[in-house]
């Protein structure tokens, strides 16, 4: 069996891409990671579909829930930022306009597009009981976006598809939106299924790793983290929420957590108020 690297079709493109975006490293965990297509052009798609995800779904404007998510937003970005700027990784945040939104829906979900557009479910906030569970879950989030796992899950999605760089995805967002926002809700979880492209369980941990010291450096407590995907496994019903969809072994995401723990005891201890 050839490997799609080395059939023609692909070859050509694949090399040209891989030397002009070559790889880079993920903040915190320092994976390498080899990016298909320029952030930007996710940004630019990113925003085009979240905007319509507000303009059909119910976003819920007023009360005490939706400025939680809001807050907690606002802080963990502003936290996140002034540490990606510290650290030489401003590029991470090049582009991104943070918006934090509650939707009125059932499904207990949450997701962050490219660019830092950020949705909570209504479904989701019982699970998350109080602030420090909506910032575990933001800091999970969010770490997806700084991460770039969308651009991963995109690419890979390209490729699948047979088109061949992030030039034909930007064709395709004019000519195709339906599509596009198709492979754009797979990538990021949108909605209350699991696409092709489920969310595997190397994003999901490193979201988590992440999104653990994330939350700590926005002075919330991150020894909740454990607790709250203690409440998420115990939810129950016939359907497991998306977000547990490729994290089978609860125990192995918990032992997880447990190593990371004094790390980010450590930092919110420095970040406390
Ligand atoms: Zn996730």
């Known amino acids: 069996m050839k490997s799609i690297l080395t059939s023609p079709k692909y070859f050509v493109p694949l090399f040209l891409i891989l030397l002009v975006y070559g ?3 993920v903040p915190l965990t320092g994976r390498r990671q080899i990016r298909l297509m320029p952030e930007s052009t996710l940004i630019q798609a990113s925003s085009l579909s979240y905007q319509h995800v507000l303009d059909t779904a119910k976003i819920v404007k007023t009360g005490a829930q939706a400025e939680m998510v809001k807050r907690v937003g606002a802080r963990i970005a502003a936290a996140v930022e002034k540490y990606l700027k510290e650290n030489g990784f401003q590029s991470r945040i090049a582009g991104f306009n943070w918006q ?5 829906d059932d499904n207990v979900n949450a997701w962050c597009m490219s660019g830092g557009k950020v949705a909570f479910y209504t479904g989701i906030m019982p699970i998350c009981k109080d602030e420090t569970g909506v910032a575990v879950v933001m800091g999970h989030e969010i770490a ?10 995109v690419s890979q999605s390209i490729v699948l598809q047979g088109l061949s760089t992030g030039i034909d995805f930007a064709l395709l967002m004019k000519e195709e939106p339906e599509t596009t926002r198709q492979i754009l809700n797979t990538a990021f979880g949108v909605g209350g299924q699991v696409g092709m492209l489920a969310f595997s369980r190397k994003h999901e941990s490193e979201s988590d790793e992440m999104g653990l010291l994330f939350m700590a450096m926005a002075g919330y407590d991150p020894s909740e983290a454990p607790k709250f995907w203690d409440r998420m496994n115990n939810i129950g019903g016939q ?6 969809s ?8 918990q032992a997880d957590l447990q190593a990371q723990l004094p790390k980010a ?3 919110y201890n420095q970040n406390k108020r």
């Open 23 to 25: 790889c880079s490293k």
């Open 144 to 153: 997806h976006a700084i991460a770039r796992h969308g651009n991963e899950r």
């Open 100 to 104: 934090f939104n509650l939707i009125q």
């Open 239 to 244: 359907r497991p929420p998306v977000m547990l």
């Open 265 to 267: 005891m450590e930092i």
């Open 246 to 253: 490729t994290h089978p072994d609860p125990g192995k995401r």
